[in-house]
């Protein structure tokens, strides 16, 4: 994910919403960690809460108070979080959701979206957003087949099945076909990896339906949409379970996993076979006091902030774009926003890989030319701004796309012509 050709840069400090590499150049970073940073590098009371715990013990090999000062606050953002537990990363909180989502139904299945990013244990690296290593057929005709990344052994793809994002009428007969050996429906409110995509209005909802009917569970991957607000309180909708990560760690790193009471239940160690969850740094100290402060610092104006960033950034580079020709649309929602060549947004994954196809060198030079203008951002096309960044600087970054865009012309008239002629990629034109 962070190497690029002909080399990726090497990073050796983080100050406020800039970082310096190791030639001792600044950039003004527009990445925030993949998302993962919501109030910029250094933050003085993130520091204090760390080194504060630090003197006073990382982990202790108990349960400590601070999980409930965390969970008191996470739940203030996201109050269907009944029951929340810890771990070390998104990887583990939504391996964790779909283990309790398989404890609780008795079935094994997990239904995901093709092209969705979950993390890189087994069933997530199934129709991830990638080349595959390997492919084996469809469960259903009518559904992607299973594309498994290098590694992944074949019984993983025996347990998942991957509909395509934002298609109702797909997941609707995935579930009444294979609805009773579904376990859950794991999504993302935006399709982050996969292109930035947001979920097209009442999708989440019909899956939500859906899995009531069919007696699955919801699992809302929330790891990266919790700067949004959370997506599920500014869309009124409930999932059954919900996974956080990134930014509730304030920089360490931190999973956490919950939500309908009687399903958590079942971790209760108190009653006979409960879900088995060990983690030697799983709720550690030092992650829940960072992340503690960081959700201290993470209001209503905070979030509104990050939105109003993204949504400022998106108007103004597809204004750029139309203003030197270049066919390319901003996509996302709230602070998390995506640029990509063509003039169509993409609806799903497959859209996404068909505006990106052949495109690696364009997209390179695109991402190098930010790098030289000074702006750090990720190669492939995710924009993440912090708390701290100011409108003025979201406002820089559009005037440096402008430059680079129009910088790029005559390569993009020898090898993407397309690009300079209207809607020149076909793909729907009812995206959202
Ligand atoms: N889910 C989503 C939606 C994510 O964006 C990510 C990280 N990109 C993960 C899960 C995995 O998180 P981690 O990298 O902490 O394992």
């Not at 990073?11 to 590499?21: H, M, W």
């Not at 979080?81 to 964790?96: D, F, H, I, K, P």
Request: with cysteine; aromatic share 6%.
């Amino acid at each position: 994910m962070t190497w690029f050709a002909p080399y990726p840069l090497f990073l050796v400090r983080g100050e406020g919403t800039r970082v310096q590499d190791a030639d001792g150049r600044w950039y003004e970073d527009m990445i925030a960690n993949y998302g993962a940073l919501a109030h910029g590098h250094n933050h003085p009371a993130l520091v204090g809460a760390v080194t504060g715990q630090m003197a006073r013990g990382t982990a202790l090999g108990s349960p400590v108070p601070l999980q409930y000062e965390h969970a008191e606050r996470l739940r203030a953002l996201n109050p269907s979080l009944e029951r929340v537990r810890y771990c070390n990363s998104g990887t583990e909180a939504t391996m964790w959701a779909v283990r309790t989502a398989r404890a609780y139904t008795g079935r094994d299945l997990i239904v995901k979206i093709d092209g969705g990013y979950h993390g890189t244990h087994e069933w997530g690296q199934v129709n991830a957003f990638f080349a595959p290593h390997r492919t084996v057929p469809p469960h259903l005709p009518g559904v992607p087949e299973g594309r498994l990344a290098s590694g992944v052994a074949l019984s993983a793809a025996a347990d998942v099945v991957a509909i395509p994002y934002n298609d109702v009428p797909t997941a609707t007969a995935v579930l009444r076909q294979l609805g009773e050996q579904v376990a859950a429906v794991v999504v993302e409110p935006v399709l982050g990896v996969g292109g930035g995509v947001p979920s097209a209005p009442g999708y989440i909802a019909a899956l939500q339906r859906l899995t009531r009917e069919t007696g699955a569970l919801l699992v809302l991957d929330e790891c990266a949409t919790l700067r949004l607000g959370p997506w599920q309180v500014k869309h009124g909708v409930v999932p059954d379970l919900t996974t956080h990560s990134k930014i509730i760690g304030g920089g360490l790193p931190l999973g956490a996993f919950g939500g309908r009471e009687d399903v958590m239940a079942l971790f209760d160690p108190s009653e006979p076979h409960p879900i088995y969850h060990a983690s030697a740094f799983g709720g550690n100290c030092l992650s829940l006091a960072a992340g503690t402060a960081a959700l201290d610092h993470f209001g209503a104006a905070e979030i509104a902030h990050l939105n109003f960033l993204g949504d400022r950034l998106r108007r103004g580079l597809n204004t750029a774009a139309a203003s030197v020709g270049v066919a390319g649309r901003s996509v996302g929602e709230g602070g998390l926003s995506y640029f990509h060549f063509g003039n169509t947004p993409p609806r799903d994954a497959a859209d996404t890989a068909r505006l990106r196809a052949g495109r690696e060198g364009l997209r390179s030079l695109l991402h190098l030319s930010l790098l030289n203008a000074g702006f750090l951002t990720a190669p492939h096309g995710l924009l993440c701004q912090h708390v701290p960044t100011a409108p003025a600087s979201v406002d820089a970054l559009v005037d440096a796309y402008v430059n680079a865009l129009d910088d790029l012309r005559p390569y993009i008239a020898v090898h993407h012509p397309e690009l300079l002629e209207a809607d020149p990629v076909g793909t729907r034109q009812d995206a959202p």
